[in-house]
């Protein structure tokens, strides 16, 4: 079974301009997750979709930061402008919809891609 | 989500069991501890969890305190593939969000 997909692995550009990351989830996963990832510190979350509805962007900087999940499936996030600081890893990960209702774990494990390494120069 | 405490770093010879710590000391009743691990150039991997009682599966045991403030992540015979960055992390029971803190740095060494 093929895992979540990311393309580019690595981009590099100039401070100002846009940039797009594409992740492919796991097939049947509903839940889509983007996670940002500074050097030496764990991944951040930036925004979740429920199918294709954005449950969770309260982390997302809006002023340049942009994503959407057409159709459910495929997931893109853009920056537009680029700043010095966007440099990072940009990880996506997909699992099953959390469930909730009863004394059991609801969690459905987060599978993530390999991420794309982004500097901005 | 309690916040959790672990070492920056770790070293373990290959072939040796790798124990690592965690404090979650403000952890609530609804809150369970999952462990993820990074290796280089990849994404988080989840390893295991669990709420109160220990917990064991092909890759790791988790060992949770009665009080259930701290936990230890066990890898019984570590490999030199073993070194990553390994996350402990403290999550309710509704809800798949994930809040990741530095982690520990293990490298097994030969």
């Known amino acids: 079974e093929a895992g979540v997909v990311q393309s580019p692995r690595y981009k590099i550009i100039e401070k100002k301009q846009p940039v797009a990351f594409w992740c492919n989830p796991i097939?049947?996963?509903?839940?889509l997750y983007w996670y940002l990832q500074n050097l030496g510190q764990g991944p951040e979350l930036l925004i979740r979709?429920?199918?294709?509805?954005?449950?969770?962007d309260s982390q997302l900087p809006k002023d340049r930061f942009s994503a959407e999940r057409l159709k459910g499936v495929d997931s893109t996030l853009k920056i537009q402008p680029a700043e010095l600081g966007d440099s990072a890893v940009y990880l996506c990960?997909?699992?099953?919809?959390?469930?909730?209702?009863?004394?059991?774990?609801?969690?459905?494990?987060?599978?993530f891609g390999p991420g794309t390494r982004l500097t901005v120069l | 989500d309690a916040k959790t405490t672990q070492p920056t770093s770790m070293d373990c010879a290959e072939g040796r069991a790798a124990n690592l710590p965690c404090n979650h000391s403000?952890?609530?009743?609804?809150?369970?501890v999952y462990w993820y691990r990074q290796i280089h150039s990849q994404g988080p991997q989840y390893i295991i969890h669990?709420?109160?009682n220990n917990e064991t599966n092909e890759m790791a045991s988790l060992i949770i305190t009665e009080d259930r403030k701290s936990s230890t992540l066990i890898l019984p015979h570590a490999t030199l593939r073993d070194t990553a960055v390994y996350y402990c992390?403290?999550?309710?029971?509704?809800?798949?969000?994930?809040?990741f803190g530095a982690g520990t740095i293990l490298r097994v060494k030969s």
């Open positions: 990960a997909s699992s099953l919809a959390p469930t909730s209702g009863g004394p059991q774990s609801s969690y459905n494990e987060q599978f």
């Open positions: 097939s049947g996963h509903n839940t």
């Open positions: 979709y429920e199918n294709e509805e954005a449950v969770d």
């Open positions: 403000t952890i609530s009743g609804n809150e369970y």
């Open positions: 669990g709420l109160k």
């Open positions: 992390i403290v999550r309710a029971v509704y809800g798949n969000k994930l809040v």
